[in-house]
């Protein structure tokens, strides 16, 4: 087991994919919360023309794709105050205008094909370089310090923007914090799972995390469990079958789920017989102090 | 914080009876020709409309009438297209002592992705006070006693979506409760509610105006919560249509101070109505 230890390039591997495990369900949880699940693959979509434009102006594609993916979240985010009903075609045409110009451009640069794309949308943890790696370390633990240190503030306001915004909380500098936050995850975990499979980081171990749980807290908790062992379990297998990293940590985390939703019936009937147990208690506060 | 922090109650304890303590002359809310639409709808067409501190406003009026619209206006989430809206004598543009105002927004019956703990909710509360700052033990004790003031101790770390609409109520006003603030503002507090839960929320409210705290409220019907109530303001068509005083009603154990001038003749009128002669 130790032998992938033994690559320099597999301990890269594994060092992204432990970061991208920790952060993907951790920015994940609040698009969940306020149920823009799919806004992570949206993001995804943008950030190819930024991967295109690093290979247009030969520098790192992780610093242009976060550049570009996070003025699209930002943009995301404007649709979503001003769009009102016609918010989701224009959120559509962001998507597709990121996608198609990705392409453009990469067909722009000398020597630049289609093809080139091919290891951002699908991932090549295997090929993370030195340079990458220490932006992947700097990006996920921006993105950390935000969702955790800011998890009580995000949480209000993903769970009910009118009462945080009358808490006098700064709603929408958070909201704009937290979607720059989720181009950054993109970003950080394009090189892992490819731009195409990222959002299923950022949903599924949440999605999974939140049929056995009953709080925000413990959800997020386990949810970042599951997403550590997918990523680094899935980079392990793929290391030993020779199989493609990406499709297998979501295979792996999609399996996650199915295994917890077996559990889900079992766990829901130990706690109706604890709420049964409890229920009398309860009716005593509510009945019997006011002489009902 | 330009507003001076008061302690709740100040003026309750010092008004001896004489205009008891709660002049309109010193709202906590004051709009004044609110007009405001949704969309291209006029819904306000010149709202007039003030709540002396400690006092208790319930606005009633038929569906569409404006009252949601009128409260949401009232905590800046409707902007105003004319008149003005001053809370705690500070015009809206300026104000920023959120922390003295706890909100009760309407119930929504669509569920968070992710599930909350009863206490989770109650705590986002106290943020309030805390805003981008960790929250520490004061905070913890306030929520726990939001929480036992609605009769929800108990079921702090269920689930939100697991209780029924009476429960999750209680907890959405143990979440305002929290902040320990001096003004409620409350949208359909008992809409959906369970008569038992009411009765629980009628108490927890009664506890909060023989405190000092000021409350607006949104009913369809005063129900449990008559006693409470100095004055009921009726809507109609965006306008307000008449202002009521339901005295007989009135429970004197919430308002601890009303019995602090009993010689008072009866005939008086006990709460200024806050408009204009």
């Not at chain 1, 995804?44 to 594609?61: D, E, W």
Request: charged share 15%.
């Amino acid at each position: 087991m130790t032998e992938l230890l033994d690559y320099a390039f597999m301990q890269r591997a594994l060092l992204a994919a432990l970061l991208v495990g920790v952060a993907a369900p951790a920015v994940g949880i609040y698009l969940v919360q306020r149920h823009q699940a799919i806004m992570g693959d949206g993001i995804g979509h943008i950030a190819l023309t930024g991967v295109a434009l690093g290979f247009l102006l030969s520098t790192n594609a992780v610093w242009t794709a976060v550049l570009v993916a996070a003025a699209g979240a930002v943009a995301i985010e404007l649709v979503r105050w001003y769009g009102k009903a016609r918010g989701d075609i224009a959120l559509a045409m962001l998507f597709y205008g990121g996608m198609a110009g990705g392409v453009m451009i990469i067909n722009l640069a000398p020597g630049g094909s289609t093809g080139d794309l091919l290891t951002a949308m699908f991932g090549s943890i295997t090929t993370v370089s030195p340079a990458d790696v220490t932006a992947i370390v700097i990006l996920s633990c921006a993105v950390l310090a935000v969702c955790l240190g800011l998890r009580r503030q995000l949480f209000a306001v993903c769970q009910d923007e009118e009462f945080a915004r009358v808490t006098g909380l700064p709603v929408r500098l958070l909201n704009l914090l937290l979607a720059v936050t989720a181009a950054v995850t993109v970003t950080v975990a394009m090189r892992v799972v490819g731009l195409l499979l990222v959002s299923a980081l950022m949903v599924i171990p949440v999605a999974a995390a939140q049929q056995v749980t009953r709080g925000f807290a413990v959800t997020l908790g386990l949810s970042v469990a599951l997403g550590v062992l997918v990523a680094l379990s899935g980079t392990a297998v793929s290391f030993y079958a020779d199989v493609p990293p990406g499709a297998t940590i979501v295979l792996l985390a999609i399996a996650a789920f199915a295994v917890l939703a077996a559990f889900t019936p079992a766990a829901a009937r130990r706690r109706a017989r604890l709420a049964a147990r409890r229920e009398p208690s309860g009716m005593l506060e509510g009945e019997v102090a006011r002489g009902g | 914080m330009k507003e001076p922090m008061e302690p709740k109650g100040t003026e309750r304890n010092e008004g001896t009876g004489v205009a008891r303590g709660r002049s309109a002359a010193d709202p906590v809310v004051a709009l004044r020709g609110a007009h405001a639409a949704l969309g291209s709808r006029p819904v306000l067409r010149g709202i007039d409309l003030t709540v002396g501190r400690g006092e208790v406003v319930a606005l009633l009026g038929a569906n569409g009438s404006g009252k949601s619209t009128t409260v949401r206006a009232a905590v800046g989430q409707v902007p105003l297209t004319g008149g003005a809206l001053e809370l705690f004598g500070t015009p809206l543009r300026r104000f920023r002592a959120w922390r003295r105002l706890g909100y009760v927004p309407q119930r929504s019956t669509a569920a968070a992705g992710v599930p909350a703990t009863v206490r989770e909710v109650v705590s986002s509360g106290r943020l309030a006070r805390r805003g981008l700052r960790p929250l520490g033990r004061a905070d913890r004790d306030a929520v726990t006693r939001a929480l036992a003031a609605v009769g929800m101790a108990e079921r702090a770390r269920d689930s939100v979506g697991a209780l029924s609409g009476g429960q999750h109520q209680r907890v959405l006003i143990a979440r305002a409760l929290a902040g320990e603030p001096e003004l409620l503002i409350m949208d359909e507090p008992l809409a959906g509610v369970d008569l038992a839960s009411q009765r629980v929320l009628a108490d927890a409210l009664c506890a909060q105006v023989a405190e000092g705290v000021s409350v607006l409220l949104v009913l369809h019907e005063l129900g449990p919560l008559a006693r409470l109530i100095d004055r009921t303001v009726v809507l109609r068509d965006g306008r307000v249509e008449r202002v009521e005083h339901p005295e007989r009603l009135h429970d004197p154990a919430c308002h601890p101070h009303d019995s602090a001038a009993p010689d008072e003749a009866p005939a008086a009128p006990r709460i200024g109505t806050g408009f204009p002669a």
